[in-house]
């Protein structure tokens, strides 16, 4: 079985300021590894994920996430944020080694940018 | 564009009523799944589906039922509506095994009273 901890469930900041999302995962399993945005009175979406090849990932708006093995840890981050990025944050895994899919998801982030 | 699409964005019910929330999908995915979210928990799933007419349980069927009889609806269903059934809905579809990306509806916010 696998879990996702989001140790933070608010993360204040100001405008322009750095910040990083803390993830980590338990699995018995090799996982691929998501990061979803619930953006106020949204669905989720997709903001990067990890399946393979460089630990490094990015999405098109500024945030990267690097993939740590030892560490088992998932950390999103952005160098400069903007009032838009204020949102709820989703760190998810899924197993390998199924033959379907299925996600599961951290309790969230909430990320709240102020000027 | 994928587009998931709930049928309802607010659904207020009572105590012991029969409830369907409805998803519908238009990218022929063959993964359908149903989740909860309640502040503090994030997403939990209820149930998923990865074919028409199958259905799997996830970790919190109890007090739920789904339905699949066509690829691109997944009908969530409350056989009696409890107040700790007050939640937030969201239904999401999917191609393919583990690392396809979910699209997501905008959900459906259930309140029993």
């Known amino acids: 079985a696998q879990s996702v901890t989001q140790l933070d469930s608010q993360v204040p900041v100001f405008e322009e300021a750095p910040v990083e999302l803390r993830c980590n995962y338990s699995s018995s399993v090799s996982v691929y590894l998501f990061w979803y945005v619930q953006y106020p009175n949204q669905g989720l979406q997709l903001l990067l994920k990890y399946l393979s090849g460089s630990t490094l990932v990015e999405s098109i708006n500024g945030f990267e996430a690097e993939f740590n093995k030892s560490q088992t840890s998932f950390h999103l981050r952005k160098p400069s944020v903007h009032i838009s990025d204020t949102a709820e944050y989703f760190c998810?895994?899924?197993?390998?080694?199924?033959?379907?899919?299925?996600?599961?998801f951290g309790t969230g982030t909430r990320l709240l940018v102020s000027p | 564009d994928v587009k998931v699409t709930q049928s309802s964005r607010y659904l207020v019910k009572r105590t012991g009523e029969k409830v369907f929330l409805e998803c519908v999908q238009d990218m022929d995915h063959e993964n359908m799944f149903w989740y909860r979210q309640d502040p503090g928990l994030g997403l939990r799933l209820i149930y998923f589906s990865y074919d028409v007419k199958m259905k799997e349980k996830g970790d919190i069927p109890e007090g739920y039922s789904v339905s699949r009889e066509k690829k691109e609806r997944f009908s969530l269903i409350l056989e009696s509506a409890s107040t700790n059934q007050t939640s937030m809905y969201l239904c999401?579809?999917?191609?393919?095994?583990?690392?396809?990306?979910?699209?997501f509806g905008a959900g459906t916010r259930l309140s029993v009273l």
């Open positions: 998810a895994v899924s197993p390998m080694n199924t033959g379907f899919q299925k996600l599961v």
């Open positions: 999401a579809s999917s191609l393919g095994t583990g690392g396809n990306i979910q699209y």
